[in-house]
């Protein structure tokens, strides 16, 4: 039976409205508490099931949803490709209690905009949605480096990229959207994209994450340019 914990209508519109989604009722209502004590944040609803988020979702509106990976009734990171693929612009960042790289491909190829621990520290939790956005992939850097350590069997040649690549390819990996790049750069949206899309064909990759992870593992990016 889906249940619906709660749904408050907003109080601002200068605060980021969240939907938190876990199984977990106590660990839903702490972090809806938490949330509420943000002076930028406030927890809208909690569902603890994947048909009741998906409704919430279209009945709220939220700007983000906290999504548990892994729910009684479904797939956490299936119902987040949902969400992002029928709610344009809405960020959804994954939690889970145990994550490896599969999980984090996953999660990336869904369209979540940042992935964290479960029993990791509030305030990081706060501060990756906080950083969050939609078309970017905001990871813990331990996390990112796990990932590293566990590819570190290929060595691939670097692939040459243009002064202009490289650029973009720190910037990804500091977490930056296309946007603020292009700022960065002085130069548009549009073509910030395009050397975005330059860059996952020149390295055989599938997303920007499987592009930043390439460039750690080969060098192209010191670890030192991921965002804390």
């Known amino acids: 039976m889906s249940v619906q914990a709660e749904v408050r209508p907003a109080r601002s519109a200068e605060k980021m409205r969240i939907v938190v989604v876990d199984d977990h009722r106590m660990f ?14 406030e927890c809208v609803g909690i569902a603890n099931d994947v048909a009741t988020a998906l409704s919430m979702v279209t009945a709220l ?10 729910l009684q009734d479904g797939d956490g990171v299936a119902a987040t490709a949902e969400l992002v693929a029928t709610n344009p612009g809405l960020r959804v960042a994954v939690l889970s209690g145990f994550i490896d790289t599969a999980l984090m491909r996953r999660a990336a190829e869904a369209g979540a905009c940042a992935l ?11 501060s990756a949605v906080r950083r969050a956005r939609a078309g970017t992939f905001v990871v813990q850097p331990q996390l990112l480096r796990s990932l590293v350590a566990q590819s570190r069997d290929a060595q691939p040649l670097h692939p040459p990229l243009t002064e202009r690549e490289h650029a973009v390819l720190q910037f990804l990996a500091a977490g930056l959207d296309a946007s603020v790049i292009a700022r960065e750069l002085g130069i548009s949206v549009n073509t910030c994209r395009g050397y975005v899309k330059n860059l996952l064909t020149k390295l055989g990759a599938h997303s920007q994450l499987e592009a930043v992870v390439f460039a750690l593992r080969t060098g192209l990016v010191g670890v030192g340019d991921v965002a804390p």
């Not at 964290?116 to 706060?126: A, M, S, V, Y």
């Open 116 to 126: 964290h621990p479960k029993d990791g520290d509030l305030e990081e939790i706060l």
């Open 61 to 70: 509106r939220p700007d983000l949803v906290l999504m548990d990976a892994r």
């Open 28 to 41: 839903a209502q702490l972090l809806a508490i938490t949330l509420g004590d943000q002076p930028d944040m």
